[in-house]
């Protein structure tokens, strides 16, 4: 018997809180907390909106092409996200490791 479920049935998007931040404005605001891009840390900023454990998963970048890295992240601590990455919690259907190697081993196609 399969089984198949959508990812927002075995997971949690927290899109809606992601700040993008530009470049003059993380400029204003370095300290010690990562901010995340689409494919990991691009910059560190005085100020965080994710405390915990996420998936980061890049939305848009060279790489969901290429495959040359990582198409997730596992991000823990305290962190800022731009809206290039997808930020993903696991719920009690799902563990977010799992998350994390099945997106990782999933071969994308663009369209």
Known sequence: MESQRELGEISV?????R???SAKEREKMK???PYYGAQ?????INDY???GTYLLVAEDDE???SH?????TIAKG???VNNHAHIISNNEKNDLKFLYYFINTVMYQST
Not at 13 to 17: A, S
Not at 40 to 44: R, V
């Open 13 to 17: 998007n927290l899109d809606n809180k």
């Open 68 to 72: 040359k890295e990582k198409i997730a």
């Open 78 to 80: 305290k962190f800022w």
């Open 40 to 44: 990991g840390i691009i910059d560190h």
């Open 49 to 51: 909106i994710f405390d």
């Open 19 to 21: 700040v993008p931040l």
């Open 31 to 33: 300290g010690i907390y």
């Open 63 to 65: 790489n969901l092409k």
